[in-house]
């Protein structure tokens, strides 16, 4: 029964296209995203994963396509939609003659809530004193104001674009244990980031964005247990790397210095492999994993070579 509700859809958004008067926009943007999952929105800047954010939040109207998030019309009741979603958006502008505890006090009235002390659970939690302007307030103190405010209701959805921008690492991890903390409770987030990292430890799964166009969407298992394999190794002596080389006979080999190799195979080739290194002593012998910003450059780099301009 907890699976069937897990995998239930919450934002379907069925080929959304807004083109600008610039030539730029997005173009057939097709999306589903389950309750229960964090799911990553990849892109370089300018590529359309603000524009699409902002139809989610109803900001926006679509030129052509749908979004509904738990069933409603994101365009036509954005004040519905916005009653169950907690936003922080890529550019924080708040009211600078305001205090940090006063804006967050206004939020509080306006979404009338009534559990203050959830609220300053979350002003002990990212640390930071909110007595201060905001005109005051450096970046990464504004963005902890804007996480108080899209957190403290609860919502069912997170929409959070580059959250995490102006925070130092410790700051960074909360916010990835945060994450960790809303998905168990069953509740979705939609996560664009440029941190890679941040995208690996909490999402289950991630589109490419680039033009306008998803160009990718992939499972994050897809990612961990990838069949392309990197090794490095480091030989203890020389000759033994060179005999390694001409023994193994094996195309992907980078040749660091005299004594170290990177080797790139195939998940059917590790056997055979591992037979070939056990001959030879080595003083390092490891896995390189593979990570999402290999996939996000390796699948740019396959594009531009094959001539796909999304």
Known sequence: MKEEIKMRELIKIDNLTKEFKNGHGIYDINLSINEGEVFGYLGPNGAGKSTTIRHILGFMKPQKGTITVSGINAWKDASKVNEILGYVPGEIAMPEFMTGIEFIKYIFEIRKLKDWKYVEELIAFWEFDPKVKIKR????????????CA???KPKLLILDEPTSGLDPLMQQKFIDSIKQVKAEGRTVILSSHIFQEIEKTCDRVAIVKNGRIVSNIDMNEIKYNEN?????VFKKHDDQKTFIKEYNQKNIEIIDKKKIIVSLKQKDIQKFLKSVAKYETTIFKEIPFTLEEYFMHFYKFEKEDGING
């Open 137 to 148: 307030m450096s970046k990464g103190m504004k963005q902890k104001v804007s996480l108080i």
């Open 151 to 153: 957190f403290m209701h």
């Open 229 to 233: 394999k990197t090794y490095e190794l």
